[in-house]
């Protein structure tokens, strides 16, 4: 028990650290790939939770896809022979401040929260990851295909645009 509420405490730590270095990049980039350390934060605490699927949907929908369009955008629009667009940040201490009062509004909720009332082995659900794939597998395939085409015309239309076009240079 001891060892997975440190690991939680580990996963909670660099799931804020990512937030962070989020909000405070300069460089699209860079801010994509500390998306992706928060995303990977999120699906790990659903694990902790014990909502498996959740966490699988989190790791394919969220990293594996939107995540990677964003990737690809990004590559995809930057223009050759240019250095990387970087933000000028304005206004960072009401922003520092609006941080501050939340962290210190979540700590109080923290410290208060009724730790006994807690379950200490939280019931497994047996099977919520087979149902899920049944029932997206059965019921949903539909709509699951469909945003998936939908996906792949946004990725090629993004792609068709962001190439440049030498027929209208002089």
């Not at 509004?105 to 379950?119: E, G, M, W």
């Given at each position: 028990?001891?060892?997975t509420?440190?690991?939680?405490?580990v996963v909670?730590?660099?799931?804020?650290?990512?937030?962070?270095?989020?909000?405070?990049?300069r460089?699209l980039?860079h801010?994509a790939?500390?998306l992706?350390?928060v995303?990977?934060?999120?699906?790990a605490?659903f694990?902790?939770?014990g909502?498996?699927?959740?966490?699988l949907?989190?790791?394919v929908?969220y990293?594996?896809?939107?995540?990677?369009?964003?990737?690809?955008?990004?590559?995809?629009?930057?223009r050759?022979?240019?250095?990387?667009?970087?933000?000028r940040?304005g206004?960072?201490?009401?922003a520092?401040l609006?941080?501050?009062?939340?962290?210190?509004?979540l700590a109080?909720l923290?410290?208060?929260?009724?730790?006994d009332?807690l379950p200490?082995?939280?019931?497994?659900?047996?099977?919520?990851?087979e149902?899920?794939?049944?029932?997206?597998?059965?019921?949903?395939v539909?709509?699951?295909e469909?945003a998936?085409?939908?996906?792949?015309?946004?990725?090629?239309?993004?792609?068709?645009m962001?190439?440049?076009?030498?027929?209208?240079?002089?």
């Amino acid at each position: 028990m001891q060892m997975t509420l440190l690991l939680l405490f580990v996963v909670l730590a660099l799931t804020v650290a990512g937030a962070i270095g989020l909000v405070m990049a300069r460089q699209l980039m860079h801010a994509a790939f500390w998306l992706l350390l928060v995303l990977l934060g999120v699906g790990a605490m659903f694990v902790f939770v014990g909502a498996e699927v959740l966490a699988l949907s989190q790791l394919v929908v969220y990293v594996g896809g939107i995540l990677i369009l964003i990737l690809f955008g990004v590559m995809l629009t930057q223009r050759q022979g240019t250095k990387g667009q970087i933000s000028r940040i304005g206004n960072r201490w009401p922003a520092w401040l609006l941080v501050f009062g939340l962290g210190m509004a979540l700590a109080r909720l923290l410290v208060d929260f009724p730790v006994d009332t807690l379950p200490q082995n939280p019931p497994l659900a047996m099977g919520n990851v087979e149902m899920a794939g049944l029932e997206l597998m059965t019921h949903w395939v539909l709509p699951l295909e469909v945003a998936s085409l939908l996906l792949l015309v946004a990725l090629v239309g993004a792609a068709f645009m962001a190439r440049p076009d030498k027929r209208l240079k002089p």
